[in-house]
T-cell receptor, first 119, second 115 residues
Framework: GAGVSQSPSNKVTEKGKDVELRCDPI?????LYWYRQSLGQGLEFLIY????????KSGLPSDRFSAERTGGSVSTLTIQRTQQEDSAVYLC?????????????????FGEGSRLTVL | AQKVTQAQTEISVVEKEDVTLDCVYE???????LFWYKQPPSGELVFLIR??????QNEISGRYSWNFQKSTSSFNFTITASQVVDSAVYFC????????????FGQGTRLTINP
């Protein structure tokens, strides 16, 4: 597609349930990122994919969080046993390979985010 | 470690006023890239500008201008003759060579332009 697509745009769930958030990056972008934005806060890095591998998952807050990417394209962020503090907007971004000059100097393209509310 | 600080949490001005958003960064990399993004109420971050550490020339794009000063590790953003449509949250971000995989963002500045 033309831009980064995320679904669902809104998700309300009960505490303890599992949720899956999906990201469809821009075609041809090998790098994919997940960020979290809590109410009134900045963007918190979660994980970075290059192709299907995740060389940097340092931002995942706990083992309840996991992510995968298949076919070098779509990525899914899974949160197990959700807690109220997981409520946030989860943003996905893609870019060219940051290992290249064009990728390193290029910007990240963001989706509109998935707003997660845990009751 | 890399860090971006936007000390101004919220700014509110009247339309047509000039406003400057501050950004201070920390990095040990000698080569790095600085970015500004705009997040309107719709939520999607919109790229505004990129600067590399070798180029300290200021840049102007219409009503927007950016002042990069390596000596003070600052990359400030000025909107001239502000308009209501400029109301948004603005983020400054840094990407270094060492941590080239990701952008490190500041906390953002919420700018409100009142008519």
């Amino acid at each position: 597609g033309a831009g980064v697509s995320q679904s669902p745009s809104n998700k309300v769930t009960e505490k303890g349930k599992d949720v899956e958030l999906r990201c469809d990056p821009i075609s041809g972008h090998t790098a994919l990122y997940w960020y979290r934005q809590s109410l009134g806060q900045g963007l918190e890095f979660l994980i970075y994919f290059q192709g299907n591998s995740a060389p940097d998952k340092s931002g995942l807050p706990s083992d309840r969080f996991s992510a995968e990417r298949t076919g070098g394209s779509v990525s899914t962020l899974t949160i197990q046993r959700t807690q109220q503090e997981d409520s946030a907007v989860y943003l996905c971004a893609s870019s060219l390979d940051p290992g290249t000059t064009s990728g390193r100097t290029g910007e990240l393209f963001f989706g509109e985010g998935s707003r997660l509310t845990v009751l | 470690a890399q860090k971006v600080t936007q000390a101004q949490t919220e700014i509110s001005v009247v339309e047509k006023e000039d406003v400057t958003l501050d950004c201070v960064y920390e990095t040990r990399d000698t080569t790095y890239y600085l970015f500004w993004y705009k997040q309107p109420p719709s939520g999607e971050l919109v790229f505004l500008i990129r600067r590399n550490s070798f180029d300290e020339q200021n840049e102007i794009s219409g009503r927007y201008s950016w002042n990069f000063q390596k000596s003070t590790s600052s990359f400030n953003f000025t909107i001239t003759a502000s308009q209501v449509v400029d109301s948004a949250v603005y983020f400054c971000a840094l990407r270094g060579i060492q941590g080239a995989q990701k952008l490190v963002f500041g906390q953002g500045t919420r700018l409100t332009i009142n008519p």
